[in-house]
């Protein structure tokens, strides 16, 4: 009989705290003096800390986990450890460590905690990383992620709020995923789409940071839980504006017919209310702009790169592999920060 997880009510990165409510909290936090060498804090709204050890070295470290949002156990482990590992690539880094976060029901079935850390595990060794330990809560619900440890030079560190106008901003992965798995447990998404997701969010972004390292990439940042609006939003930093092309955004097909259905996610309409004044749509149908809000777990990377560059990176990606398209540019700032055009 196939094992499936227990309590898999709706996870991925959809459980995350809303962008709006997290950023209140930590507006309070007493930050202590500074620290020279702690190139990137919390403070940026980065994907990851950098701390600087030596002049050609910093470390990238960063944490993530959460709820199932699939029921195998298996393909869960490598879709949570995927996502963690992500923000190491999202920064430009390279992977070294990692630790497993666990939090699993004592009274249930070990064999599925057993699949959900051997998927993650062949996603760290796929990263090139070592998984050294980790550490596990009994609790109600399960929860699986990684602490991951990188490693990045500190003058090629890919921050995400660095893009200048003129750049062209380049996506390498589908939207869609969380309103595919949303519908997915109502069973309204067909094998097709499904499968299609689960590829998606267990593909690193390993291949595609590398892929940066030969061009000018003046920012970078993994979509995540916050949409591609969310993410979107903290790139400009109140600083620039942007244009986004909505017909030439990568999109899981499917998706648009669930968004029309109203197969939404509760952390979408948050991703709404906290950005949506940013933004300006012109000419854009309800479905595309539920999927520019539609959380993403392990979602790709969104690159700011040099406008002359930009083809050239885009086209060595897609032969990658990756699903990769031009989705915009940057300009200066604007009465709007993000105009999106049908």
């Given amino acids: 009989m196939e094992e499936k997880i227990v309590f898999c009510r709706g996870g991925g990165c959809t459980a995350k ?6 950023a209140r909290v930590l507006e309070k936090l007493p930050k202590g003096p500074a620290d020279e060498n702690l190139l990137i804090g919390y403070d940026s709204k980065d994907d990851a800390a950098v701390y600087r050890i030596s002049d050609d070295v910093a470390v990238v470290q960063t944490l993530d986990f959460f709820p199932p949002m699939v029921d195998d156990p298996y393909t869960f482990g490598k ?21 497993n976060i666990v939090c699993f029901p004592e009274t249930e079935d070990l064999n599925i905690l057993g699949e959900i ?18 550490h596990s809560i009994a609790d109600k619900e ?26 062209k901003l380049i996506l390498t992965k589908k939207l869609g995923v969380g309103i595919i798995c949303t519908a997915n447990r109502v069973g309204e998404a067909s094998e097709e789409a499904m499968q299609e997701a ?11 940071s590398e892929i940066c390292r030969d061009y000018e990439v003046h920012a970078c940042t993994d979509v995540t839980g916050f949409s591609f609006l969310g993410h979107l939003h903290e790139m400009m930093n109140g600083r620039m504006s942007c244009r986004i092309y909505a017909d030439q955004v990568p ?9 029309d259905e109203f197969l939404l996610t509760a952390a979408g309409q948050k991703n709404r209310n906290h950005v949506e004044k940013y933004v300006e749509f012109i000419n854009i149908p309800f479905a595309m702009e ?9 979602g790709g990377l969104l690159i700011a790169v040099k406008v002359d560059e930009a083809e050239m990176l ?7 592999g990756a699903p990769a398209k031009i989705v915009g540019e940057i300009i200066p700032r604007d009465e709007k920060e993000i105009y999106v055009l049908g």
């Fill in 17 to 22: 705290l809303g962008a709006g409510v997290l």
């Fill in 79 to 99: 879709i949570a450890a995927t996502n963690a590992l992500s923000d190491i690539y999202a920064m430009g880094g390279t992977v070294k460590t990692a630790l």
């Fill in 117 to 134: 850390m051997r998927g993650g595990s062949e996603k760290v060794i796929e990263a090139g990383g070592t998984l050294a330990g980790g």
């Fill in 142 to 167: 399960v929860k699986y992620g990684l602490s991951v440890m990188g490693t990045v030079h500190p003058d090629r560190i890919y921050a995400n709020d660095q893009g200048q106008p003129g750049d």
């Fill in 198 to 208: 689960i590829t998606s969010m267990t593909t690193l972004n390993k291949k595609a």
């Fill in 251 to 259: 999109v899981i097909t499917e998706a648009l017919r669930h968004a």
């Fill in 290 to 298: 539920e999927v520019l809000f539609d959380p993403q777990t392990s």
């Fill in 314 to 320: 885009c086209g060595e990606l897609q032969k990658a």
